[in-house]
């Protein structure tokens, strides 16, 4: 069974920290090509966050370099999404997907909201 599901949303503070987590089914985990984080915004279109190939390469849009890390515990089939220095402009859903085998598979989103 095919299953990705994502974490650890909420409210924050700016400037303040939250991580967010992804666990993919075991064999999605194994096949994958790489996985991300996406978010979008009322009104905005979808966009790439962090990935992670099996390289492993990370990949960083640039509005987020040096405040979010992506990485993965293969132990237990998740991947993380550590944000610092929230910004207001950092809320959205969030969305984890997995590449693998020529599909792209989705979480059903997580919402992070920034405010004081």
Known sequence: ?????????????PGGSLRLSC???GMLFVWATWMG?????PGQQREMV???????????ADSVKGRFT???????????LQMSSLKP?????????????GS???GQGTQVTVSS
């Open 23 to 25: 666990e993919a089914s």
């Open 37 to 41: 984080w996406y978010r979008q915004a």
């Open 70 to 80: 992506i990485s993965r515990n293969s132990s237990n089939n998740t991947i993380y």
């Open 1 to 13: 069974q095919v299953r990705v599901v994502e974490s650890g949303g909420g409210l924050v503070q």
């Open 89 to 101: 402009e950092d809320a959205a859903v969030y969305y984890c997907t997995v590449m693998a085998r």
């Open 104 to 106: 792209n598979y989705w």
């Open 50 to 60: 962090a990935r992670l190939s099996t390289g492993p390469r990370k990949e960083y």
